[in-house]
């Protein structure tokens, strides 16, 4: 029936021990309970009570182990032979951590040092494997495949009249995916890299704190005692896997040998492959150095309209042949630590800013702007009149440094597209799809100005037609191009006679109205009269009212009739209409 623990007494002490205690049924129906003791076996001597015994512990078992499979291979054919067989197993995402370290004497230079942090979540350690990191953005979900899915299908009843026709279906066309590959070896190592640890337990040591150069002096070989997921961000201390041959774990300079770490792009990804064998033991991480190599990079102070801040940025030109992964990176200037932030994918030859702190030494503003509107060009085509004006635009930017060193503001101006350009003279130093970047170098406590002026068209189109009054925008037109008179004066007489014309129209109409109304009084004052004497001059003037009604509905037709010949003759002079001037030929 059961097994059941129980804690009991030994002796006259306070000491216990546990004993376990098997209930079970006999076939008389009796309940008898047995005391376990390493020398008592119990088994079912019936075979058929054993079998069901087995069926019911292996069912128990699949409920602890939901995520377990069992799979059989058939090997059909003939001979021996070797299979290989092999599965995918869910792991952690590996993640990218970079520290971009400045010399203590400026040289154009920081030393860029990448890590991939790998985590081991699969339950078995990683015993010499080889490792291969491939980054990129592919489409990926999770669909349980091994349960049963039932969908609700519908009830459809037996054809009897007729029977349904075959279809065949296109094909959809194949799309042709370019691939290449290529590859580097990783750069040959700068002098060894010193790893930190912020937070973590060093031989029994608690190390607190951002200094880089205090943490140089600590012993190699630390090895990371968080599960999955501890650490990874350079930017608040390091952490690495330290150990010797067959642990693993590698320091900085023993990983970054020459063809240590190699370099594979194949499609939109990109690969880091380690030529040694790494051993990560279950829940646990590693720091797996990928990259370390001298790039170009210059301090400088970001401003944008977007971000009042000025932020300090480093302006980084990625001249390796690796791609760099998105991650967090962390700055070191003279081993200190200056601040942190994020990267997007960095490919060869890109030039990237990453800013990494707030520049409170530097205020930037606006002080001015200014603009211009010139009309360069007008041309009309079939009733649509398109004016080109030519814009000139300038804005000037003040950038104030008040620290005791100079700086190099590079200020983000909007770019506006759509045959907009700079200035003759002025050029960016760099051009983004929707900002232009320039450097203005600020000495210590002084102010520099910028003055960014842009030209460019702005079109205006109006559509002509005659059913709207646009005699005021022609006549405007006309004064300030006044070789179109000739080509709009027809149209605009037009207008005008046709504005006329609609006057009339409703001053018919209203008289119309006034008729109506007369008529309606004196045929209800001669129904009130009927059979009287005064009846009768009611019916003079009824008449003559109903005869004043009846000439200016007339008069109403044939206007509204005028009125639609004029509106046919204006259109037509309208989609005739052609003429086009410029600037240049004024």
Not at 6 to 28: I, Q
Not at 400 to 421: C, I, K, Q
Not at 485 to 492: E, G, T
């Amino acid at each position: 029936m059961a097994i059941e623990s129980r804690t009991e007494k030994t002796g006259t002490g306070d000491s216990t021990v546990d004993k376990y205690y098997l209930t079970l049924v006999a076939g008389s129906g009796g309940v008898r309970v047995i005391e376990l003791t390493p020398a008592l076996s119990v088994r079912p001597l019936d075979g058929n009570l054993q079998g069901q015994l087995d069926r019911y512990l292996e069912l128990l078992s699949t409920t602890h182990s939901t995520g377990l499979r069992h799979l059989t291979l058939d090997a059909l054919g003939q001979g021996q032979r070797q299979l290989r067989v092999s599965y995918i197993s869910e792991v952690p995402v590996w993640k990218s951590t970079y520290r971009i370290v400045f010399p203590r004497e400026a040289n154009g230079k920081a030393t860029m040092q990448g890590w991939a942090v790998v985590d081991n979540t699969v339950g078995a350690d990683w015993d010499n494997v080889q490792l291969s990191l491939v980054a990129g953005a592919p489409q990926s979900f999770i669909q349980p495949l091994s349960q049963p899915l039932y969908t609700r299908r519908p009830e459809i009843p037996i054809a009897v009249d007729a029977q349904t026709t075959p279809q065949t279906h296109e094909a959809a066309e194949a799309e042709k995916a370019d691939r290449f590959k290529g590859g580097a070896p990783a750069p040959p190592p700068s002098p060894e890299i010193a790893s930190t640890l912020d937070n973590e337990l060093v031989d029994g040591a608690q190390l607190k704190g951002r200094n880089a150069a205090a943490l140089v002096k600590m012993m190699p070989g630390v090895t990371s005692r968080n599960g999955p997921g501890s650490g990874g961000n350079l930017g608040g201390g390091l952490y690495r896997v330290g150990g010797g041959e067959g642990g693993g774990v590698y320091r900085a300079s023993d990983a970054l040998q020459e063809g240590d770490v190699s370099t594979n792009a194949f499609d939109d990804f990109f690969e880091y492959s380690l030529a040694a064998p790494v051993t990560i033991h279950k829940n646990e991480s590693a720091m797996v150095p990928i990259l370390q190599q001298d790039l170009p990079a210059e301090h400088v102070t970001l401003w944008s309209q977007k971000e009042s801040t000025p932020l300090r940025a480093v302006w980084l030109e990625n001249t390796s042949k690796l791609t760099l992964d998105s991650g967090s990176f962390s700055i070191f200037e003279s081993g200190e630590f200056a601040g942190e932030g994020l990267l997007d994918p960095i490919h060869p030859g890109e030039k990237r800013l990453l800013s990494y702190a707030a520049d409170q030494a530097v205020r930037v503003k606006v002080t001015d702007r200014d603009g211009k509107s010139t009309l360069h060009h007008v041309e009309i085509r079939k009733g649509v009149i398109i004016e080109t004006h030519m814009n000139v635009a300038s804005v000037t930017y003040s950038a104030t440094n008040s620290a005791d060193v100079d700086r190099v503001v590079l200020l983000e101006h909007p770019r506006r597209t759509g045959g907009w350009s700079l200035d003759d003279g002025l050029k960016a130093d760099e051009t983004a799809p929707d900002l232009y970047r320039f450097k203005v170098p600020v000495a210590a406590h002084s102010t520099a100005k910028l003055e960014v002026r842009e030209h460019g068209p702005e079109h205006q189109r109006v559509d002509l037609n005659a059913t709207q009054n646009q005699t005021g925008y022609l006549l405007d037109l006309v004064k300030r191009v006044p070789d179109a008179l000739d080509k709009l004066k027809p149209v605009i007489d037009a207008q005008t006679a046709l504005t006329e014309l609609e006057g009339r129209i409703a001053e018919s109409k209203k008289a119309e109205e006034t008729a109506a109304t007369d008529e309606g009084r004196d045929r209800e004052n001669l129904t009130a009269l009927k059979g009287n004497d005064a009846a009768k001059r009611f019916v003079d003037e009824l008449n003559h009212a109903e005869d004043q009604l009846q000439a200016t509905r007339k008069q109403t037709a044939d206007l509204e009739a005028q009125k639609k010949a004029a509106v046919d003759k204006l259109n037509a002079m309208i989609s005739g209409l052609s003429f086009e001037w410029d600037v240049t030929s004024k």
